[in-house]
């Protein structure tokens, strides 16, 4: 079946230092790649998308490149935040009729630290 | 503000008892998802509604029922908790538009304990 794999962390940065959080995928067909983020004590948020090979979905400093030759979505951003700091998670939506499921990895903690 | 609503917000229940976790949105979006978030697990899907009138079982539905009342609100009903069932749960609901595929929604949690 469709499965994400993100990188394990927690991880750890200094402010303004360079993020990237990997993430892979395996489904059938053609998904479309999710990254949601997770402040403390709230729900998901959707944070950026792409639906098709090439598009690069960006948001808040944040982008991601839906390669499809190395199946995956990696998260980057060029200079971290405090405030970034949250839990990420990738997700795959599979585009075929009817199925609107979403299916997540597992999240990756990241910490930022002034 | 537009959204997914939950409540309640925090629960505490004791092994054996029955409660409903309630789900509303006001974004006319035909499909909504139950979800439970459990560390170092992600967020596991315990059934969904593809539209209104319609109910399947996600990845852990065991233990847990749903009805959707209507398309603004889907339930989650736990007929006799266990402590297993300590989580947090999320709701969330999903619109779909021709050439567009949308992301999901999510309320801000139901925090669960079993004692």
Not at chain 1, 34 to 45: C, M, N, R, S, T
Not at chain 1, 85 to 108: D, E, I, N, P
Request: proline content about 3%.
């Amino acid at each position: 079946g469709d499965s994400v794999t993100q990188m394990e962390g927690p991880v750890t940065l200094s402010e303004e230092a360079f993020l990237t959080i990997n993430c892979t995928y395996t489904a059938t067909g053609y998904p479309s790649l999710f990254w949601y983020v997770q402040y403390p004590g709230e729900g998901l948020q959707l944070l950026l998308k792409a639906t098709k090979a090439d598009d690069k979905g960006s948001n808040k400093g944040f982008e991601a490149t839906y390669r499809k030759e190395t199946t995956s979505f990696h998260l980057e951003k060029g200079s971290v935040q405090v405030s970034d700091s949250a839990v990420y998670f990738c997700a795959l939506r599979y585009s075929g009729a009817g199925s609107y499921q979403l299916t997540f990895g597992k999240g990756t903690k990241l910490s930022v630290i002034p | 503000n537009a959204g997914v609503t939950q409540t309640p917000k925090f629960q505490v229940l004791k092994t054996g008892q029955s409660m409903t976790l309630q789900c509303a949105q006001d974004m006319n979006h035909n499909s909504m998802y139950w979800y439970r978030q459990d560390p170092g697990m992600g967020l596991r899907l315990i059934y969904y509604s593809a539209s209104e009138g319609t109910t399947d079982k996600g990845e852990v539905p065991n233990g847990y029922n749903v009805s959707r009342l209507n398309k603004r609100e889907f339930s989650l009903r736990l007929e006799s908790a266990a402590p297993s069932q300590t989580s947090v749960y999320f709701c969330a609901s999903s619109g779909y538009r021709e050439g567009t595929n949308y992301g999901y929604t999510f309320g801000s949690g139901t925090r669960l304990t079993v004692v």
